[in-house]
């Protein structure tokens, strides 16, 4: 089982659908859980960190299930601005803080 | 402002070359990175520094060797540049604490011809 797998997408939805975006995880150790946005050639940044009870951030939920091990992320009302790549992201179990990427998952919000 | 710097956005080098990558970081963060980011590939870790002179390797290490002298400085080398390390090149820093964030540096696009 590789260490993360990602929805490849692309996911082509209309302004004010809701999306979702699944990740799963292989490393049971797995402490940190995190989604990054990458807007095209820029650099990812963090969009919010996942918690075990789960977190919301106006728009955006995110949900961490350890059982199944699997991180979600959900976007109410999607906007224009919130085209862009999104990156699923934990921290390795073993090494002190290595953080490990999913390959992304490139939303695209049309009009 | 948390800033992390790359020394270059754009490269061009030789086959064969000896190619230095510099990244730096202002916020005495423990944790450095390299990553490379290949379209259908995502981000691949090639090294990782959690302290000075410390260092693991990644996932994709070979042909790469890097430099942590300096806690805020931690640069990658291609010793003999080949045209498959064509690609992004990207460096990042964390406080190395759990549930903390990752600055990336703007990148450098590097092309071996």
């Known amino acids: 089982r590789k260490e993360v797998e990602q929805d490849p997408g692309p996911f082509n939805v209309p302004e004010g659908a809701t999306v979702a975006f699944n990740c799963t995880y292989s490393?049971?150790?797995?402490?940190?859980f995190f989604w990054y946005r990458q807007d095209c050639r820029k650099e990812p940044k963090l969009l919010m960190s996942?918690?075990?009870s789960g977190n919301e951030d106006g728009r955006f939920t995110a949900q961490l299930n350890r059982a199944s091990q699997y991180i979600s992320l959900l976007i109410r009302d999607s906007k224009l601005s919130d085209s862009a790549t999104y990156l699923c992201?934990?921290?390795?179990?073993?090494?002190?803080?290595?953080?490990?990427f999913g390959k992304g998952t490139k939303l695209s919000v049309k009009p | 402002d948390v800033k992390v710097t790359q020394s270059s956005r754009y490269l061009v080098k030789r086959t064969g070359e000896k190619v230095f990558l510099e990244c730096v970081q202002d916020?005495?963060?423990?944790?450095m990175f390299w990553y490379r980011q290949d379209p259908g590939l995502g981000l691949r870790l090639i090294y990782f520094?959690?302290?000075?002179?410390?260092?693991e390797k990644g996932d994709i290490p070979e042909g790469y060797s890097v430099s942590r002298e300096k806690k805020e400085r931690f640069s990658l080398i291609l010793e003999s540049a080949s045209t498959n390390q064509t690609s992004m090149y990207l460096c990042a820093s964390s406080p190395g604490e759990p549930d903390t964030e990752a600055f990336f540096g703007q990148g450098t696009r590097l092309t071996v011809v």
């Open positions: 996942v918690y075990s």
């Open positions: 916020m005495d963060h423990e944790n």
């Open positions: 490393n049971s150790a797995s402490q940190s």
């Open positions: 520094s959690y302290d000075v002179k410390m260092k």
């Open positions: 992201v934990f921290e390795s179990g073993g090494s002190q803080g290595n953080l490990i």
